[in-house]
T-cell receptor, first 111, second 114 residues
Framework: GQQLNQSPQSMFIQEGEDVSMNCTSSSIFNTWLWYKQDPGEGPVLLIALYKAGELTSNGRLTAQFGITRKDSFLNISASIPSDVGIYFCAGHGGGTYKYIFGTGTRLKVLA | DAEITQSPRHKITETGRQVTLACHQTWNHNNMFWYRQDLGHGLRLIHYSYGVQDTNKGEVSDGYSVSRSNTEDLPLTLESAASSQTSVYFC?????????????FGEGSRLTVL
């Protein structure tokens, strides 16, 4: 099935560093969602974005809905070991069932 | 707190057996979904429902069925389990009203078909 391009695919960072990842699409979305998934668990919704240009924060996480509506960005500030996991985005066109998911970014934090 | 729960969390079965995975949400959401997650494929949609008595096929629906007799539950049935259906299955729900496209997932059911 269709997947959104997400980068980077994986990253190792030092504790305390900031992290950036992004998601791009060839389609326009009305909603962008960002999730974190830990091993053996279900994806947990971190941030939801509804308007082009919107910038939304959740603690140390900040996400932006791209102006073109074809991309979104997630930043994690001052990373800590529990930030380890897989982060993925999802786009939703609105009025339909279809969510398109990103390929995921695997984050590893070195203490 | 409202939530979405799946059971069983782990299941081992044999080829040819019928298996049912349960999904129950207490948010009163209209929309419910079943996905499977496999390495290299990400999340793929199996079936979805917009409300009671409504069910629709997703992109990988062959060999699976669902029923929606109430708002809270969307059980997924594998009529005759096959080894290719070994996977992690996630149920999800969304409000389906207004402009919100928020999608909430359960904790997953890991199914092994031997």
């Amino acid at each position: 099935g269709q997947q959104l391009n997400q980068s980077p695919q994986s990253m190792f960072i030092q504790e305390g560093e900031d992290v950036s990842m992004n998601c791009t699409s060839s389609s326009i979305f009305n909603t962008w969602l960002w999730y974190k998934q830990d091993p053996g668990e279900g994806p947990v919704l971190l941030i939801a974005l509804y308007k082009a240009g919107e910038l939304t924060s959740n603690g140390r996480l900040t996400a932006q809905f791209g102006i073109t509506r074809k991309d979104s960005f997630l930043n994690i500030s001052a990373s800590i070991p529990s930030d380890v996991g897989i982060y993925f985005c999802a786009g939703h066109g609105g009025g339909t069932y279809k969510y398109i998911f990103g390929t995921g970014t695997r984050l590893k934090v070195l203490a | 707190d409202a939530e979405i729960t799946q059971s069983p969390r782990h299941k081992i079965t044999e080829t040819g057996r019928q298996v049912t995975l349960a999904c129950h949400q207490t948010w009163n959401h209209n929309n419910m979904f079943w996905y499977r997650q496999d390495l290299g494929h990400g999340l793929r949609l199996i079936h979805y429902s917009y409300g009671v008595q409504d069910t629709n096929k997703g992109e990988v629906s062959d060999g699976y069925s669902v029923s929606r007799s109430n708002t809270e539950d969307l059980p997924l049935t594998l009529e005759s389990a096959a080894s290719s259906q070994t996977s992690v299955y996630f149920c999800a729900s969304s409000p389906g009203t207004g402009n919100t496209g928020e999608l909430f997932f359960g904790e997953g059911s890991r199914l092994t078909v031997l």
